[in-house]
């Protein structure tokens, strides 16, 4: 149902540092570019992430209760991905672990501040 999830930045070239890095390690890379976005997916047939600066020109801003999740297939995974992007300067929002039965995730915070969670059913 999800085509594409867009997060804003202030910096575009933190946000691909961030984004090439972290998103390799679950394969994704860039399927998309222009100056004020970069889009990064698996497939053009499957759900993919982008950064862009605001098009009213304004500073991009956190929302409130917005959250991107990020599905992979493994706990392993999790804490892999969980962990970089700590490594590559995101804050802890929730370690990685179980929430509940059948839930593992782990939340973080992008160098923007936007709030991400990389998650499995076990």
């Not at 600066?53 to 917005?66: R, S």
Request: with cysteine; charged share 25%.
């Amino acid at each position: 149902m999800i085509g594409y999830v867009t997060l804003g930045t202030n910096d575009i070239k933190r946000s691909a540092a961030f984004y090439d890095k972290l998103l390799a390690e679950i394969g994704a890379k860039r399927m998309m570019e222009q100056e004020t976005f970069i889009v990064w997916g698996n497939s053009p047939t499957q759900a993919a992430l982008s950064v862009t600066k605001p098009f009213d020109g304004k500073a991009a801003t956190i929302g409130n209760g917005v959250m991107v999740a990020l599905v992979v297939k493994e706990p392993a995974q999790v804490d892999k991905l969980y962990k970089k992007a700590l490594e590559l300067g995101a804050q802890d929002e929730g370690a990685a672990g179980p929430r509940g039965e059948g839930f593992y995730a782990g939340y973080f915070r992008d160098p923007d501040g936007n709030k991400l969670n990389v998650f499995c059913m076990t």
